[in-house]
């Protein structure tokens, strides 16, 4: 009979921190215990603990930040790759505080980017232009630059947006027949940062999306997540022959 090696004893702490995280008597946004004060708890080197600390980082489970120690992470948000998501609904359902301001709103004629992004080849067609941050729990968990064809949807130039955002309000009102994903990721710019409350030039997963009814664009959106915050998820069968 073998007898099995002793783990190392970077990972026996590293075990001994991640059952705290994993059985939620740690949650997310929790302190972990300084270095200073593991090094004490488990008797062991600075560098031991810093090497328990960073594997815990690299599994996803805890957040390193400068001069402010290490935090329990939040569970990333999924969204499925094939289905046209509503943010209020994923987020309350999720347990999490909603809440949304609309940062920036025009109604105008739709410029050659506008165009662009709504697919059509040719003008002349008036946009509801909208730039949107949600939040979860206070948190910013989403940027939203969107566009409205107000030739599909022209009740959207009247409505205030008041009690839902937009993407829900559109979701509610007008059915769709046909949508378009594109994925990609991104370094934020400034203001994207700003709002977002990240680094300039974190990286961010940027979802672009155009639903359609009966081959008419309805609405273009992008999406802009904090990348170590959102994953994307697709489950999917074989194609059959």
Known sequence: MSIAEPLPRYAEIRRALEEKILSGEWPPGHRV???HDLVAQFGCSRMTVNKAISALAAAGLVVRRRRSGSF?????SQETVLEVHDIKAEITGSGRAYRYVILDRERRRARPEDLARLGAARGPLDVEALTVLHF???RPFVHERRLINLAV???AAREAFA???PGTWLLEQIPWTEAEHIIRAENAG???????AIAR???CLVVVRRTFQAGATITAVTLTYPGERHQLV??????TR
Not at 190 to 196: G, S
């Open 153 to 155: 949807v022209p009740a």
């Open 136 to 138: 979860a729990d206070e």
């Open 234 to 239: 697709a489950r999917f069968s074989p194609a």
């Open 163 to 165: 009690a839902s955002p």
């Open 72 to 76: 329990v992470a939040a569970p990333k």
């Open 190 to 196: 400034a203001d994207v940062a700003h709002h977002l």
């Open 33 to 35: 215990p300084s270095e």
């Open 201 to 203: 030039g974190a990286a």
